[in-house]
């Protein structure tokens, strides 16, 4: 329930921010987030991995843009958006909190009938098929494959053009 919370209030906060890296953070702080309930419902950890990773590097690649496009500037916050952010995020606590107390076998119930939290990943077939003994050489192929694209892209970048905008 405190990941739910926290949550809430990055979503509020991503609301009333300005400047471009501010946001990038709070949904870096999101992701985080979304992965660590990924992690609690489900048995395997992997998808939570993975989710995080892909989110993550979808952010990288949104930084440099952001980065190379956006001014230097000091993020300024005001003293009215700050108070407004403080008064959504108390509201959404205490909204959260008498819902905990109001019912919380009633949502127990309710949770442990979803679908989703019954699915368990780490005793499915499929799941079990991508790490076994004879996958293994498939996954390794795959692995190695990346590294080589990885090499590829690096040999590729040309260090000596710099970056894509010039500081002042």
Request: with cysteine; glycine share 2%; hydrophobic share 60%.
């Amino acid at each position: 329930m405190t990941i739910i919370l926290a949550n809430m209030a990055m979503s509020t906060l991503f609301l009333f921010t300005a400047h471009p890296l501010v946001m990038g953070m709070v949904i870096m702080m999101q992701t985080l987030l979304t992965c660590l309930m990924i992690n609690l419902i489900n048995q395997s950890n992997w998808i939570a991995f993975m989710v995080f990773l892909l989110i993550m590097g979808g952010l990288l690649i949104l930084f440099l843009y952001i980065i190379s496009i956006a001014p230097n500037e000091m993020n300024q916050n005001s003293p009215l958006t700050t108070s407004k952010t403080l008064v959504i995020i108390a509201a959404i606590t205490f909204i959260v909190m008498t819902t905990q107390m109001w019912d919380m076998k009633h949502f127990n119930e309710m949770c442990s009938n979803s679908p989703l939290i019954q699915m368990k990943l780490s005793e499915s077939p499929l799941f079990m098929k991508l790490f076994d003994h004879s996958m293994s050489s498939m996954v390794i192929l795959l692995m190695l494959i990346l590294f080589l694209n990885l090499c590829i892209m690096i040999s590729l970048v040309s260090i000596e053009s710099g970056p894509l905008r010039l500081s002042l």
